[in-house]
């Protein structure tokens, strides 16, 4: 129950203003799933969208929320749900960060950016969350998205771009320095890569990997 009301709390954060009808839905909820926890992120997910589709026509929100009350998909299908939830949202919510952001790692959690266009279409919602966004913290995370997807692509300068650009609105992410060190190791910025590891060390002096990747650096460099 306390990782509910977490759920529900952050979907209550504006914007957008949280429909007060998703509150009852808890022991429907509980009822119907095997995996609560498994549930949490597609709870989440349709709940921000739904609350796109309540902005504008108030009446369409019936779909998104029967779809909780009458189903539980299976985990493989969290993302995929949630990107067709988001589709529908931004059909009539056309500017909403939140639910471009969920859309474009829906698209890149459920692979469905490899299918035709989609990697053109999860590229754009994460680049428009970027502008949406209003604080550091979002937009960091919608580049670092981004940045994940372009890697995966085989988009390396790019996703290098995305991923430096996600360290300067948030310079102590630990993660995002790792994949800064990575990005720059590639491009044989040897000693900006050590910089970049030698940090997410000294934040998480306990990550082995930040460690690990900080030998590598110095024989890259010929120091070790």
Known sequence: MSKLLIVFSRVSLPPPVSPPFFLPLVPAILASSSSSN?????????????????HSHPSRHTRPVSCLTSMTPPKSSNAAG??????????????HARCFYIHGVSMLSSGRWRDGGGLSAARGSLSA???????????????FALGSLQLRAGQMAPAASAFEAALRLAPDRSDVLMRVGEMR?????????????????????????????????LRRLKKL
Do not use: K, M, W
Not at 82 to 95: M, N, Y
């Open 82 to 95: 949630a990107t067709d939830a988001c589709e529908e949202a931004l059909a009539v919510q056309p500017l």
């Open 185 to 217: 190791s590639r491009f044989a910025q040897h000693a900006a890569a050590l910089e970049a590891f030698r940090a997410a060390e000294g934040l998480r002096p306990d990550h082995a990997d930040a460690t690990i990747q900080c030998g590598n650096a």
């Open 129 to 143: 969350a970027v502008r949406l966004f209003r604080t550091a913290e979002e937009r960091s995370n919608a580049l």
């Open 38 to 54: 498994a549930f949490l992120s597609f709870l989440y997910n349709t709940a921000v969208c739904a609350d796109a589709l309540s």
